[in-house]
């Protein structure tokens, strides 16, 4: 079974730039996360998707980050215009949907990291 | 809110040795999962072992156990006759159980685990 895949796995840009990430979750995976990951820490959740719909994006800063499940399956992830301290590990994970509403281990990808100068 | 606190942010095993990763957690909830990830440099987070609270056995996966006391809000990760391969930082996980929560994972700040040859 193919894992989650993220590219592409490094970026450098200048701050004020814009820059997009692609995920493509496991294949029937309904939940699809997006995590970053500051140098020195854990994850922390930006935005959940269930099948193309939002589930959580509290802590998104929608002010420059966006993002987009097309169909159910892909999802792309935007920053405009980049800061400094976007610079980060961003990670995507995928889970399955179980019976009676109910989701299964998230599994992650490789991650791409955004270096912002 | 849920918190995870990982409190030793550097161990070290000598190669075939046992080794212990603390993490305390706080939740009102009674229905979660608790999760070992283990981060090598390349980056990719790999699930380690999970735990149900629902569960008063301790999860067990090869040479990978945990300790999980409930009532202490304690969930710690026994590595024994580590390798070198073992080396990474670790995180420890927590997540909502019950039916219609957010599933999200809230990460501690991780463990960097080295083994000596």
């Known amino acids: 079974e193919a894992g989650v895949a993220q590219s592409p796995r490094y970026k450098i840009i200048e701050k004020r730039q814009s820059v997009a990430f692609w995920c493509n979750p496991i294949s029937g995976h309904a939940t699809l996360y997006w995590y970053q990951q500051i140098l020195g820490q854990g994850p922390k959740l930006l935005i959940q998707f269930q099948n193309n719909g939002v589930v959580d994006d509290s802590q998104l800063p929608k002010d420059r980050f966006s993002a987009e499940r097309l169909k159910g399956v892909d999802s792309t992830l935007k920053i405009q215009p980049a800061k400094l301290e976007d610079s980060a590990v961003y990670l995507c994970?995928?889970?399955?949907?179980?019976?009676?509403?109910?989701?299964?281990?998230?599994?992650f990808g490789p991650g791409t990291r955004l270096t912002v100068l | 809110a849920q918190t995870v606190t990982q409190s030793q942010p550097e161990m070290s095993v000598q190669e075939a040795e046992t080794v212990t990763l603390s993490c305390t957690y706080d939740t009102s909830e009674s229905d979660y999962y608790l999760f070992w990830y283990k981060q090598p440099p390349s980056r990719q987070m790999i699930l380690v072992i999970r735990q149900e609270a629902y569960k008063q056995q301790n999860a067990t996966e090869n040479r990978f156990s945990v300790n999980f006391q409930k009532a202490a809000k304690s969930f710690s990760l026994k590595i024994s006759d580590s390798q070198l391969g073992d080396a990474a930082m670790y995180f420890c996980?927590?997540?909502?159980?019950?039916?219609?929560?957010?599933?999200?994972?809230?990460f501690g700040k991780g463990t960097l685990l080295t083994v000596n040859p």
């Open positions: 996980a927590y997540r909502d159980g019950a039916r219609g929560s957010n599933y999200k994972l809230t």
């Open positions: 994970a995928s889970s399955a949907r179980l019976a009676g509403g109910l989701t299964d281990t998230q599994y």
